[in-house]
């Protein structure tokens, strides 16, 4: 039921032109969509011109409401039923449809230059916002969501309550309110999502993600998703030999991971950087080049073998160890006596 707050401050929308459109999404869990239809079924008593429609959608979830305009389309999608603290954005979204349908931006959303940049951004975006009830960070990074969706019809968003759909909670390994997933790539969670949003939103739009985006990935253990960015495009590789002398460990050791799985995946593009590695080992870094030898050992082809024979006998101590390991285990891979 909606509180008499919420209900004065529907009726001070301005109704008049593009009227506001509500499509909800049907789903089996017939308790949760009553729920859904229910707090639409409210809205409509005190918006009578409000536009209720039942449509089927292909959604990382059931049920849903879509938020958008009987003249124009928006993407934003709401899996939670706003209320407390979480009504505020909602209604600034229902506001905000009203004047971007009509190209009358509502002062106090976005700032101009956010505005600019989101408009420019021409490619799909997803953004899913996981919020939990009483979480006092998670409206604020709401409400800067539903802006930025409304903004561009190319970003898709989600606002999605976690206690109501733990499984997909669960596939996203959600631990903290709010967290922020965009594009499957980028995870931003608690004040984090406030402060960077926008500035990952450009990041995951980018046609080609940078050594940044790179990075990112390898900290938030998303190996396997990098090997599938170095398998759809080989420049990645590069990015991977720069992140192999970071300064933070898990860029480093998530660099060696990608490169061990694509050494089984894609031996020919593994073949084409050793020339790069044995280039690095001209380091005067220690850790470097023992990392880089140790990483010879797991992917390296004989061809690599005379270079690095050559360089064990130049050295000692633990660079002549790891060395010597390095030759021993590309030997054994090839059966080599």
């Given at each position: 039921?909606?509180?008499?707050?919420?209900?004065?401050?529907?009726?001070?929308?301005?109704?008049?032109?593009?009227?506001?459109?509500?499509?909800?999404?049907?789903?089996?869990?017939?308790?949760?969509?009553?729920?859904?239809?229910?707090?639409?079924?409210?809205?409509?008593?005190?918006?009578?011109?409000?536009?209720?429609?039942?449509?089927?959608?292909?959604?990382?979830?059931?049920?849903?409401?879509?938020?958008?305009?009987?003249?124009?389309?928006?993407?934003?999608?709401?899996?939670?039923?706003?209320?407390?603290?979480?009504?505020?954005?909602?209604?600034?979204?229902?506001?905000?449809?009203?004047?971007?349908?009509?190209?009358?931006?509502?002062?106090?959303?976005?700032?101009?230059?956010?505005?600019e940049e989101i408009r420019q951004i021409n490619h799909p975006l997803e953004v899913k916002v996981f919020i939990a009830p009483h979480c006092v960070f998670c409206p604020l990074v709401v409400d800067l969501a539903n802006q930025i969706s409304l903004c561009n019809s190319l970003i898709k968003t989600y606002i999605i309550d976690a206690t109501l759909y733990p499984k997909l909670a669960k596939q996203y390994k959600?631990?903290?309110?709010?967290?922020?997933?965009?594009?499957?790539?980028?995870?931003?969670?608690?004040?984090?999502?406030?402060?960077?949003?926008?500035?990952?939103?450009?990041?995951?739009?980018?046609?080609?993600?940078?050594?940044?985006?790179?990075?990112?990935?390898?900290?938030q253990a998303q190996a396997e998703r990098v090997v599938t960015l170095c398998l759809e495009d080989e420049r990645h590789l590069e990015t991977l030999l720069n992140l192999l002398t970071d300064k933070e460990l898990f860029p480093r050791i998530g660099a060696m991971r990608v490169l061990e799985e694509l050494r089984d995946k894609a031996p020919q593009k593994i073949e084409k950087i050793l020339p790069k590695l044995l280039k690095m080992l001209q380091t005067q870094d220690t850790r470097d080049k023992g990392d880089i030898l140790f990483l010879l050992g797991i992917i390296g082809t004989p061809e690599v073998l005379g270079e690095i024979e050559s360089l064990a006998s130049r050295e000692d101590g633990e660079i002549k160890e790891i060395a010597v390991e390095a030759i021993e285990e590309i030997k054994r891979r090839y059966q080599f006596c």
């Open positions: 039921m909606l509180r008499e707050s919420e209900k004065r401050m529907l009726q001070k929308l301005d109704k008049e032109g593009n009227k506001l459109k509500i499509e909800i999404i049907n789903s089996h869990n017939q308790e949760l969509f009553l729920k859904f239809e229910l707090f639409c079924n409210e809205i409509k008593k005190v918006l009578p011109d409000l536009n209720i429609a039942y449509i089927q959608e292909e959604l990382p979830a059931y049920p849903a409401m879509k938020l958008t305009s009987v003249s124009s389309d928006f993407n934003l999608y709401y899996l939670a039923i706003p209320e407390g603290k979480e009504w505020p954005p909602f209604f600034n979204a229902l506001t905000g449809i009203i004047h971007s349908a009509a190209n009358v931006w509502p002062e106090g959303h976005l700032s101009k230059t956010l505005e959600i631990t903290a309110s709010p967290t922020v997933v965009i594009n499957e790539d980028f995870i931003l969670v608690g004040n984090e999502a406030r402060e960077n949003l926008p500035y990952w939103l450009k990041k995951a739009a980018q046609s080609q993600y940078d050594t940044t985006v790179i990075k990112s990935l390898l900290k």
